[in-house]
């Protein structure tokens, strides 16, 4: 692996609570809360959202890995501590649909580039919504995933329309309705994860599968996973006239894999 360069984020948020970091292409976001299981704050998710947009226009920058610290938590969501506190000073709950900032969970989403959940831990909440934003998925063994927002009067509303796009509606709408938590490997059994690794582990596979992508086209991948997004729930003779981006057959990325290829050697990609 290339040399790390490790910085922090700065702005808003308090700068220890996000590390950044650049390995082979990939940037590595840590959500650096432990001992408030890496719950998101308002400001932190804002933040977050800034970084991932920056990380979107790096050129440099071919996936993003998310994860947190310590091997309890990958994110808890929201923080109900300081949610109590705004609520008993009668400062009104705004919906991320409806405030200034874009909701972390559509810049996540929307991201051009390939995005890897990293779960060294559990996931539930809007914890478990974060992973659910991303494009793959890897979690520790003992990393617990759910959505506990009935039984705290809360929405969901992100995973109400994501996770029967991903697993059966059926073992969605029991995940939704009953609040329980599931066992990584059965969030494998649903789909919902790509590998379940030993505890510890989480990062290095996911590293694993983000280095093995930025070996790629960068076109070709970000093509990919525009497509993807901008398809889901339309019909297929729509989705097929999609030509969002750069077209990859037009790219000087496709003219490089074809002299590689001939030539018996590793792609030097341009990403144009």
């Known amino acids: 692996m290339?040399?790390?360069?490790?910085t922090t984020a700065t702005g808003e948020s308090d700068p220890r609570e996000l590390i950044i970091e650049t390995r082979d292409h990939v940037r590595i976001f840590t959500v650096n809360r432990p001992e408030r299981m890496?719950?998101?704050?308002?400001?932190?998710?804002?933040?977050?959202?800034?970084?991932?947009i920056e990380a979107e226009h790096d050129g440099d920058v071919r996936v993003i890995v998310l994860t947190g610290t310590g091997d309890r938590a990958f994110s808890s969501g929201m923080d109900m501590k300081v949610r109590k506190e705004a609520d008993d000073a009668g400062k009104p709950f705004r919906y991320k649909m409806a405030t200034p900032y874009r909701y972390l969970l559509e810049v996540i989403l929307e991201t051009n580039k390939p995005v890897i959940a990293a779960l060294n831990g559990s996931a539930v909440a809007g914890g478990f919504e974060t992973a659910l934003a991303c494009d793959?998925?890897?979690?520790?063994?003992?990393?617990?995933?759910?959505?506990?927002?009935?039984?705290?009067?809360?929405?969901?509303?992100?995973?109400?329309?994501?996770?029967?796009?991903?697993?059966?509606?059926?073992?969605?709408?029991?995940?939704?309705?009953?609040?329980?938590?599931?066992?990584?490997e059965k969030a494998h059994q649903y789909g919902l994860l790509n590998r379940v690794v030993p505890k510890g582990e989480a990062l290095n596979a996911a590293m694993e599968i983000a280095i093995n992508i930025a070996s790629n086209a960068p076109v070709t991948v970000r093509r990919m996973k525009e497509t993807a997004t901008k398809s889901s729930g339309m019909p297929i003779v729509s989705a097929l006239r999609l030509n969002e981006g750069l077209n990859p057959y037009l790219s000087e990325d496709r003219k490089e894999?074809?002299?590689?290829?001939?030539?018996?050697?590793?792609?030097?990609?341009q990403g144009r």
């Open 2 to 6: 290339s040399e790390q360069n490790e």
């Open 136 to 184: 793959l998925r890897v979690a520790c063994e003992h990393a617990k995933l759910g959505l506990p927002e009935a039984k705290r009067g809360m929405g969901a509303h992100f995973s109400t329309i994501m996770l029967p796009r991903i697993i059966p509606r059926a073992w969605a709408l029991e995940m939704l309705f009953g609040g329980e938590y599931i066992t990584a």
């Open 257 to 269: 894999g074809v002299r590689a290829y001939i030539e018996k050697r590793e792609p030097q990609w």
């Open 38 to 52: 890496n719950a998101f704050t308002p400001d932190l998710q804002r933040q977050l959202s800034h970084e991932f």
